[in-house]
């Protein structure tokens, strides 16, 4: 019971990711912002990832795991429920602020249910059984997706930017009433989304969650913990990767529904719709490959997929039409085992020091709040090489993987040493 409590989180928090990426899109046309500006969104929403890990990490060592996701939940609820004056204000920072603050949640709950996942068993099959607990966080995410198209962008109205750019300097109190109109649709799943996440909040403060080895501890020791975890190469290169990873997926994702939109003259509502199908393929893809863990090594299948990934953004860049959107798609395939195989090898035998080190992996997410805005900003630009500035953008996320498959290469050569060792 508490393995499943803990994983419905997974689900909880990829709701929230995935609800969010298709805003980036929605704000630009809303407040006629530019891709740089919009994409602001992910700054605030990892942001908010990199701020509270380490504090999460100390009061889950001084507490317990059970008090950092209770921390998080009321974090997360509350950023939820700062949409509604946002809405209000009308104003995109005061809409930012309840982005950070909801991730600073996140960054609690992350850094409680992953370390705690992991130590819920033998340790020789802890990375499978955070690849299991993981396989539903797209679960969440693609219910997120399908909210975002059908309760939020199928809503808004249709008015394109020109339009509302018209609009704007010959009637400001229409633009203003459309503006709002359009907000209102944003901020109605998220204070749902507030109200459901004070329930389980409810349900964990009941919940007996077991203690785990380690817990006992409540001395923090902050700084041996940092000197033997900066000594740590494998676990540097982890966090390196997961940070390149994290940027990877969430450009690949959030603009999807440029690159439909911008290239191949889509509706937002039907871009998005493509960003579910990947959504589906990444879940078939993570239980598939949770599975191959059982015969292939960890290093060599993320190595292998990292590269598959990047051929694949090759295709997005240089194909035309229809098969250059299938596969930025198919990137979704090759990405689903990223996150919990990086997350596992970089903790592997830190024993009760991966509670600071998974405040690590989870500042690592800070990729997600650097890397889309320099992509939109790339976006925004005139393009080059004959390529659209939209297909250009996308060399950013083909040279993130490239240093993933180097990651997993090292990794699988260390284990290959480890085996000769012995």
């Not at 493509?274 to 078939?284: D, K, R």
């Not at 993570?286 to 051929?311: D, E, K, M």
Request: with cysteine.
């Amino acid at each position: 019971m508490p393995f499943i409590l803990v994983t419905s989180l997974f689900a909880l928090w990829g709701f929230a990711n995935d609800i969010t990426n298709p805003m980036v899109a929605a704000f630009k046309s809303i407040l006629l912002i530019s891709h740089f500006e919009s994409s602001l969104v992910q700054a605030a929403f990892y942001g908010g990832y990199c701020f509270m890990a380490i504090p999460a990490a100390l009061l889950i060592k001084r507490f317990s795991y059970k008090a950092g996701i209770l921390a998080g939940l009321t974090l997360y609820a509350a950023g939820c429920l700062l949409f509604i004056p946002s809405g209000h204000l009308m104003t995109f920072w005061a809409f930012l602020v309840a982005y950070f603050v909801m991730t600073c949640g996140l960054s609690f709950l992350e850094t409680s249910a992953n370390p705690y996942i992991l130590s819920m068993g033998d340790e020789a099959t802890a990375t499978r059984r955070l690849n299991l607990a993981q396989a539903f966080n797209p679960l969440g995410s693609i219910t997120g997706m399908l909210i975002a198209k059908e309760f939020i962008l199928a809503r808004l109205d249709p008015a394109d930017e020109e339009t509302r750019s018209v609009l704007s300097g010959t009637d400001p109190a229409a633009f203003a009433a459309l503006q709002k109109a359009d907000l209102e649709i944003i901020i109605a799943p998220y204070t749902l989304l507030g109200g459901v996440v004070l329930l389980v909040l409810i349900v964990f403060a009941l919940a007996r969650l077991p203690a785990v080895a380690g817990e006992g501890d409540r001395e923090l020791k902050v700084g041996a913990t940092l000197r033997r975890l900066l000594k740590n190469r494998r676990y540097l290169e982890g966090v390196l990767a997961q940070a390149f990873y994290v940027g990877a997926q969430i450009m690949c994702w959030t603009f999807i529904i440029q690159y439909g939109v911008n290239e191949l003259g889509m509706e937002r509502a039907g871009a998005q719709g493509y960003n579910v199908i990947a959504m589906v393929i990444f879940v078939s893809s993570r239980f598939l490959c949770t599975y191959l863990l059982r015969f292939v090594s960890h290093g060599r299948l993320l190595g292998g997929l990292a590269a598959g990934a990047g051929a694949l953004l090759f295709g997005t860049i240089y194909l035309q039409g229809m098969p250059g959107l299938y596969c930025l798609i198919g990137v979704s395939a090759c990405m689903s085992l990223m996150f919990p195989t990086i997350y596992g090898i970089a903790l592997d035998g830190l024993g009760d020091d991966a509670k600071l080190g998974s405040a690590g992996l989870i500042l690592a997410i800070g990729g997600g709040c650097l890397l889309p805005p320099l992509q939109g900003a790339i976006m925004d630009g005139n393009g080059a090489m004959g390529l659209s500035a939209t297909r250009l953008s996308f060399f950013l996320p083909m040279i993130c993987f490239v240093v993933i498959a180097i990651y997993g290469y090292r990794t699988f050569r260390f284990h290959q040493e480890q085996e000769a060792s012995r």
